[in-house]
């Protein structure tokens, strides 16, 4: 495996550089490369081909479950296990900025969602909301969600340099504008001073909508949100450098809007997208 990943990159990186990485010897290399390729050896090196088709065409946003039906698709016989191992070179950036500021005086909503997702059995019946970090060459941009916990669905969003409150409420104002769901609504978010503000909560008791809060420190209580954050990152943040604040604010819209909502297959429903299978509950 060492020695394929040498040759499948040598056109990107020095040749001793990639030995020194993955501790081999030139040599050893070059003598590898001459030998005669076994079935083995190229069965594996056409599914790796095979994976790059399917990565560029979704824009890396798949991984090995994904990847292998869509292989499978195509008549291409894959393992989960095989493509998993073959994507296994694969290395994502990461880094961690809190979010979340607990540290106030500001009212706490009760648990009242209590991670009892089967709450949203229709859409428009609770809300999950959540702020995330994105990196750029230019600084930090902030980015937070309103998610339909029914279908998954990302139905409001907003970016900006700051995290606050007028950064939540412009993400909530999109989704009632969106949406406009029927009451009851329950919205549930963390315990950051952002949600717990004033003007958030009067926002909320305006529009009649009941909030929820997840207890300090337990990311499982707002679950899917969380899940939408991970996959919006190892699919198209950790994989990308964004020179500008305006490069990562048109990424995310793609991403968001065009993609995820519209086209990501996703595993709890069912391997449809989120519009999909909210045109499937109406149908």
């Given at each position: 495996m060492?020695?394929?990943f040498?040759?499948d990159?040598?056109?990107?990186?020095?040749v001793?550089?990639?030995?020194a990485?993955?501790?081999?010897?030139?040599a050893?290399?070059?003598?590898?490369l001459k030998?005669?390729e076994s079935?083995?050896?190229a069965?594996?090196?056409e599914?790796?081909e095979?994976?790059r088709?399917v990565?560029?065409e979704v824009d890396?946003?798949y991984?090995s479950i994904k990847?292998?039906r869509e292989?499978?698709?195509?008549n291409h016989k894959?393992?989960?296990?095989?493509?998993?191992?073959?994507?296994?070179?694969?290395?994502?950036?990461?880094?961690?900025?809190?979010?979340t500021d607990?540290?106030?005086?500001?009212?706490v909503?009760p648990?009242?969602l209590g991670?009892?997702?089967?709450?949203?059995?229709a859409p428009?019946?609770?809300?999950?909301?959540?702020?995330?970090?994105?990196?750029?060459?230019?600084?930090?941009?902030?980015l937070?969600?309103v998610?339909?916990?029914?279908s998954?669905?990302?139905v409001?969003?907003?970016?900006?340099?700051?995290?606050?409150?007028?950064l939540v409420?412009?993400?909530l104002h999109?989704?009632?504008?969106?949406r406009k769901?029927?009451l009851p609504?329950?919205h549930h978010?963390d315990?950051?001073?952002?949600y717990t503000?004033g003007?958030?909560r009067?926002?909320?008791?305006?529009h009649?909508?009941?909030p929820?809060?997840s207890r300090?420190?337990?990311?499982?209580d707002?679950a899917?949100?969380e899940?939408f954050w991970?996959k919006l990152?190892s699919e198209m943040?950790?994989?990308?450098?964004?020179k500008?604040?305006?490069?990562?604010?048109?990424?995310?819209?793609d991403?968001?809007e065009?993609?995820y909502?519209r086209?990501?297959l996703?595993a709890?429903?069912?391997y449809?997208?989120?519009?999909?299978f909210e045109?499937?509950r109406r149908?």
């Amino acid at each position: 495996m060492k020695f394929a990943f040498i040759r499948d990159n040598r056109d990107r990186f020095d040749v001793e550089v990639l030995c020194a990485v993955f501790e081999v010897t030139p040599a050893g290399f070059y003598a590898w490369l001459k030998r005669p390729e076994s079935g083995r050896a190229a069965r594996a090196r056409e599914l790796r081909e095979q994976i790059r088709i399917v990565h560029r065409e979704v824009d890396g946003v798949y991984g090995s479950i994904k990847i292998a039906r869509e292989l499978r698709a195509r008549n291409h016989k894959a393992n989960r296990k095989t493509i998993a191992k073959l994507m296994q070179g694969m290395v994502h950036r990461k880094f961690r900025v809190r979010t979340t500021d607990s540290d106030h005086a500001n009212p706490v909503a009760p648990n009242t969602l209590g991670q009892n997702f089967a709450l949203a059995d229709a859409p428009g019946k609770v809300w999950g909301a959540d702020i995330t970090c994105l990196q750029t060459d230019e600084g930090f941009l902030y980015l937070a969600g309103v998610m339909d916990l029914f279908s998954r669905r990302i139905v409001g969003w907003s970016m900006d340099d700051t995290m606050t409150t007028a950064l939540v409420e412009d993400a909530l104002h999109a989704a009632l504008s969106s949406r406009k769901p029927s009451l009851p609504l329950l919205h549930h978010s963390d315990r950051g001073v952002q949600y717990t503000s004033g003007k958030y909560r009067e926002m909320l008791a305006r529009h009649g909508i009941e909030p929820s809060m997840s207890r300090t420190g337990n990311c499982y209580d707002n679950a899917m949100v969380e899940s939408f954050w991970g996959k919006l990152k190892s699919e198209m943040v950790y994989h990308r450098r964004f020179k500008t604040k305006a490069e990562a604010r048109a990424a995310v819209f793609d991403y968001i809007e065009g993609f995820y909502n519209r086209r990501r297959l996703h595993a709890a429903l069912g391997y449809l997208s989120p519009e999909q299978f909210e045109a499937g509950r109406r149908g």
